[in-house]
């Protein structure tokens, strides 16, 4: 079974507009911590943004926050004001284990079009 | 801080040939991994170390595939002999053990192409 299921290979949202990735994941474990990163076509992975799973509050870096539904097992990315350099491949990734043998299992990516 | 070095940046080779890919993680990074990206996919972890001691090698097709992290530092991953289905970009990335995020840096890969 997928542990991270990401739905929407691809994505269109006009500049300046918000976009919601949608990411869900699947573990019986109590702790763990959630991941978004950024791929652009040059290849690097760029790290966005973490949620842990006892954080109360969603995480927000910048224009970039994290819509958290424990229950559902969810973590969203939303965007605000999209820009141009934001089109590029995204993935949500877990994080299980404990310190030392922590393991991060990515999900297929969605790639994202913003268009002027 | 330099970030996670990679080379070579890209590698052409036959089929049944050995190809070796080399990491130097950040200063300080205890866990190093090694992840396949095969085009479309999102990464796959292929051998994960602590130090130099291997953590997770579950998905490492060891029949072809070996890595090893002499003094707990840097890193080389070898296939050999390569198939087609090799043909990938194989991504390194370091963590600190104990951080806040634990989040991974990664390197700007290896694209292998195996005809």
């Known amino acids: 079974a997928q542990k991270i299921t990401q739905t929407q290979p691809g994505m269109f949202v006009q500049e300046k507009e918000a976009v919601t990735l949608d990411c869900t994941y699947d573990t019986s474990d109590p702790s763990y911590g959630l991941f978004w990163y950024k791929q652009p076509s040059s290849g690097e992975m760029i790290f966005l943004i973490y949620q842990g799973s006892y954080d109360q509050q969603n995480a927000t870096e910048g224009r970039y926050s994290l819509n958290f539904q424990k229950a559902r097992k969810s973590a969203n990315l939303v965007i605000s004001a999209s820009q141009l350099g934001d089109s590029a491949m995204y993935f949500c990734?877990?994080?299980?284990?404990?310190?030392?043998?922590?393991?991060?299992?990515f999900g297929t990516g969605t790639r994202l079009k913003v268009l002027a | 801080e330099a970030g996670v070095a990679q080379s070579p940046r890209y590698k052409i080779i036959e089929k049944r040939q050995s190809v070796a890919f080399w990491c130097n993680p950040i200063s300080g990074h205890a866990t190093l991994y090694w992840y396949q990206q095969i085009l479309g996919q999102g990464p796959k972890l292929l051998i994960q170390?602590?130090?130099?001691?291997?953590?997770?090698d579950s998905q490492l097709p060891k029949d072809r595939f070996s890595a090893e992290r002499l003094k707990g530092v840097d890193s080389t991953l070898k296939i050999q002999p390569a198939k087609l289905e090799d043909s990938a970009v194989y991504l390194c990335a370091s963590s600190r053990r104990d951080g806040s995020y634990n989040e991974q840096f990664f390197g700007p890969g290896t694209r292998l192409t195996v005809l």
């Open positions: 170390f602590q130090n130099n001691g291997v953590v997770d």
């Open positions: 990734a877990m994080r299980e284990g404990t310190s030392g043998t922590y393991k991060y299992i």
